[in-house]
């Protein structure tokens, strides 16, 4: 909030994951803070999707389309929560490291466009600051060009057990949460 008094804009980071991260975030410190968020960034890496592909970690720096598409997977499922669950359009932060090959950036970038995803390579990583400006002008253009749709998972007054199966459905995929009558009564 003191920082949204000094700024036009405001960034923040909200952890790992939109799953996590985000989803606490977007829940409990937006909701509590009246803050209202207008776009969600998602940093993703070429090496990140390869392992969520099924590579080993030992393995990320070859160049492998199979385990990229197969790990583009993890990053669609987010951005559908931010999207879908949260209302609010993703930007995503492609951080490039060295070991990245054109090919596998390309095919990356070419992805998110299909998918109507704004999305730019980072190098940040390599560049410092200047390597962040393209997603910096970016992320400004998605916010002056994106109506107000940020809406919460759930509602405060709703009961502990409720909030704990929306999120684990809507946002973790699962088809039901199952706990013994004495943890739902603690709950």
């Known amino acids: ?31 509590m803070g ?7 960034v998602l940093v993703a890496t070429v090496r990140a999707l390869k392992y969520h592909g099924g590579m080993n970690l030992s ?11 197969k790990g583009f997977q993890n990053l669609e499922r987010h951005l559908f929560n931010i999207n879908e669950h949260f209302g609010l359009q993703p930007v995503v932060a492609i951080n490039q490291f060295s070991s990245d090959t054109e090919s596998e950036l390309q095919w990356l970038v070419d992805r998110l466009q299909l998918m109507d995803v704004p999305a730019t390579i980072a190098t940040h990583w390599s560049d410092g600051g200047k390597g962040a400006i393209e997603l910096a002008n970016l992320v400004l253009s998605v916010i002056g ?14 009961p502990i057990w409720k909030k704990i199966e929306i999120i684990a459905k809507k946002i973790y ?10 943890i739902k009564k603690k709950i």
């Open 145 to 158: 060009e994106s109506p107000e749709r940020y809406k919460l998972l759930y509602k405060d007054d709703w």
């Open 34 to 40: 009246g803050l209202s968020p207008k776009v969600v």
């Open 173 to 182: 995929g699962a088809t039901q949460v199952v706990a013994e009558d004495k």
């Open 59 to 69: 393995d990320l720096t070859n160049e492998n389309h199979q385990a990229l598409s």
């Open 1 to 31: 909030k003191t920082a949204l008094k000094l700024a036009d804009y405001v960034v923040t980071e909200a952890g790992f994951g939109a799953d996590l991260g985000a989803e606490k975030f977007l829940n409990i410190k937006s909701r």
